[in-house]
């Protein structure tokens, strides 16, 4: 249980032809890379599809909510057959771990979930994820996979995350991939095409956007195109695609979790002299803050904003929002205590 942990996220596009069914071709090379390194790696694969592959039979399929939802319960046992299929000369076991948001948000079904993967890692079983579409409801669903697999990446101390694409990599505005991004900022995200894949619900906004987290989790993450000749292969040796270098990063792995699984329900806005406090590690004081801008209670997690409403941190409330607005002029009434919040 001492490898490293390795997390690839395979979105619609990059395992379905044009015409929306999955594309075989490369589920099997998928399959054939994954198993020549399975050896050195805890494998986790983040695997889109589900819809894809069961709309077909719906008929006049239009795309509304409860089609979709029905379109994914046909398409997962598809999926996951065909990825059994094309593992199976290779020796190597299959999983299903359909996931929901609150198994993130709340940490001690998020640790189950780590047990689980860990049990089927000692018994040489790769997990195949994917977010339980059937029952996630339209508020508590992950934005897409791009988000499925920062989280588990995060929150399982993984050192390395692939997201594969239908193109080569992050392109320059000449269509020249870029190899290397040392920092993701807002030049880096300006990179990136707006419009989104006409299968799948990501693009490369999604893959940078959650790329930007897990770098500064002290991830390292490649973006690179599933067509590419070893394509798997060659992202792992920084032969391809665009290498996104991992920030420095020393937080325990509870504050990890908090800055990217916890469900975030509430949102405030700090003056200038609690952003610097808390820009020193200090706590939160109700003193400091101007303005609740969405509600939250004890115990739940809300969004810090600077004067410019730029996010800054989030927190772990010690008190509601409501007990908050009671107090607001109080000295010394704790918001938040400095070890349950993370800076961004």
Not at 237 to 253: D, R, Y
Request: charged share 20%.
């Amino acid at each position: 249980m001492n490898k490293p942990i390795l997390v690839i996220k395979f979105g619609t596009a990059s395992i379905t032809r044009e015409n929306g069914e999955l594309d075989e071709g490369v589920m099997a090379d998928i399959a054939r890379q994954v198993a020549a390194i399975h050896a050195n790696y805890q494998v986790v694969l983040v695997s889109s599809g589900a819809v894809a592959a069961g709309k077909k039979l719906l008929h006049h399929y239009s795309g509304s909510i409860s089609e979709r939802k029905a379109a994914a319960a046909i398409g997962n046992p598809l999926l996951l057959n065909k990825y059994s299929q094309y593992f199976a000369p290779y020796g190597i076991s299959i999983a299903q771990s359909l996931c929901e948001r609150q198994h993130f948000s709340n940490r001690d079904q998020f640790l189950q979930l780590k047990k689980t993967y860990e049990e089927l890692w000692a018994n040489n079983i790769i997990p195949i994820a994917n977010e339980n579409d059937v029952v996630s409801s339209l508020e508590l669903k992950f934005s897409d996979n791009d988000e499925l697999a920062t989280l588990i990446a995060v929150g399982f101390g993984a050192s390395l995350l692939l997201f594969s694409t239908s193109v080569a990599g992050v392109l320059d505005k000449s269509g020249q991939v870029v190899p290397q991004i040392d920092v993701i900022d807002k030049e880096a995200l300006g990179l990136a095409d707006k419009e989104k894949s006409a299968l799948g619900l990501g693009g490369m906004v999604s893959k940078l956007t959650f790329a930007r987290l897990a770098t500064r989790m002290g991830i390292k993450v490649v973006i690179f195109g599933i067509r590419t000749a070893d394509g798997i292969l060659n992202a792992i040796a920084e032969k391809t695609g665009t290498l996104c270098l991992p920030q420095p990063c020393s937080m325990p792995a509870r504050k990890k979790w908090l800055a990217s699984g916890s469900l975030v329900t509430g949102r405030l806005q700090v003056d200038a002299g609690a952003n610097n406090a808390l820009q020193k590690r200090h706590s939160l004081l109700a003193v400091g803050v101007k303005a609740v801008l969405e509600k939250f209670e004890c115990g739940e997690v809300f969004e810090i904003l600077d004067e410019e409403n730029n996010a800054i941190a989030v927190a772990r409330a010690k008190i509601s929002s409501d007990t908050l607005a009671a107090s607001s002029k109080a000295q010394n009434v704790e918001v938040a205590h400095a070890d349950d919040i993370v800076l961004l």
